[in-house]
């Protein structure tokens, strides 16, 4: 038998035990390491993040100037361009490249932003559902399916067209989604370390509760939480990207890659580039995002082991 039949047979986890993720299993299958695709992806994170914190710098234009003298101006790629705008110019005349640099700042924000709120608000949650049990657990528990059985984007959609599009409750509202894996998530993991001996035993010497979830328990199960705001950020930003495609999320004269690829929508045969540059960005960065966040949840998730 070959070396590619064997691997070709062979079970999704490693010689030891360990078990693989979805990629990792993937990329195995194929007969490719997944590392080469995991530094890819680190690196396109680390530029990225760089540009959204650094990229006022570099941005050669106001995002919102415009030129009307230049309205649709290829980029300096295609026939036609020019180096004063190096990616093109949208409808208005304004810099396409100015633009994709200040959208991906409040992109990035909104993210990360929304992705901590709801990782601390269901964090909580299932670790007060986890502590007290009985009453509070089962209503907690109840929310929690509600949350499930719910289209997020039918709600988002319901609360930003009647509550209004401002950019604290945009963030609020990407923020509360997915907030119940978290809480399911924390809630087993609490439930699992207070029946271990250690924290029987820190119990029994009188330790404070606030002391015990504190020192003992929150330490054993932060690595899995910051796993899965991982796995779940690139979900938060696509959902930001939606609600302002859509034009109920960032408003004019914010930009967001959403809202550039929802103004790109009406001119993707006369001038493509509006559209297809923030799709390319808005693919790889959740694509880098999720690649990481599986190779996380391999070396960090104890389950896995």
Known sequence: MTTKQADSVMPSHTATGVKRGWLSATMHRWGLSGEWLVTAALIYIAFILFIAVFGFTFQPYEHTKQDLFNQLQPPVFMDGGSWDHIFGTDDLG?????????????????????????????????????????????????LVDVQVSLPFIIFALAVLAFVGNSLTVLIIVVGIDGWERYARLSRSMVLSCNAQDYVRAVRSLGLSNYKIYRRHVLPNILGTLVVQATINLPGVILLESTLSFLGLGVQPPMTSLGQILGVGRDYLILAPWIAVLPGMVIFFLTLSIAVVGDWLRDRLDPTLK
């Open 94 to 142: 304004r810099d396409v490249l100015s633009r994709l640099i200040k959208g991906l700042q409040l992109s990035v924000l909104i993210g990360v932003v929304g992705t901590v709120i709801g990782a601390v608000l269901g964090s909580v949650l299932g670790i007060v559902a986890a502590h007290f049990r009985g009453w509070v657990e089962e209503v907690l528990m109840m």
